[in-house]
């Protein structure tokens, strides 16, 4: 069983800084990408941004050049640095892990969610 823990989420006024951590744990082999998401009340869940194993990163339009993903393969851990936050910011925080194989008990691959984080900034 593969585990996402998250922290960093938090209440912060317009135009602070806040730092969100991932960690999975589980025995695991390989992922292949891990990545933010985000749902705001009334709203669909919308990809933040992602990062490859192989350090490729996407991002959405709405946090291109204010928010930064980086990961940790060795800790199997995902950052994600959000700078310059704006109100439409607010939302729960979710991370994701694509295409997790595992070995134990047998292989196995398959997408997993954290629980998620409030993210609240304040105008």
């Known amino acids: 069983q593969v585990q996402l823990v998250e922290s960093g989420g938090g209440l912060v006024q317009a135009g602070g800084s806040l730092r969100l951590s991932c960690a999975a744990s589980g025995s695991i082999f390989r992922i292949n990408a891990m990545g933010w998401y985000r749902q705001a009340a009334g709203k669909q869940r919308e990809l933040v941004a992602v990062?490859?194993?192989?350090?490729?990163?996407n991002y959405a339009a709405s946090v291109k050049g204010r928010f930064t993903i980086s990961g940790d393969n060795a800790k199997n851990t995902v950052y994600l640095q959000m700078n310059s936050l704006k109100p439409e910011d607010t939302a729960v925080y979710y991370c994701?892990?694509?295409?997790?194989?595992?070995?134990?008990?047998?292989?196995?691959?398959?997408?997993?969610w954290g629980q998620g984080t409030q993210v609240t900034v304040s105008s």
């Open positions: 994701n892990a694509e295409r997790v194989l595992t070995r134990t008990p047998s292989w196995d691959s398959r997408d997993y």
């Open positions: 990062i490859t194993s192989g350090g490729i990163t």
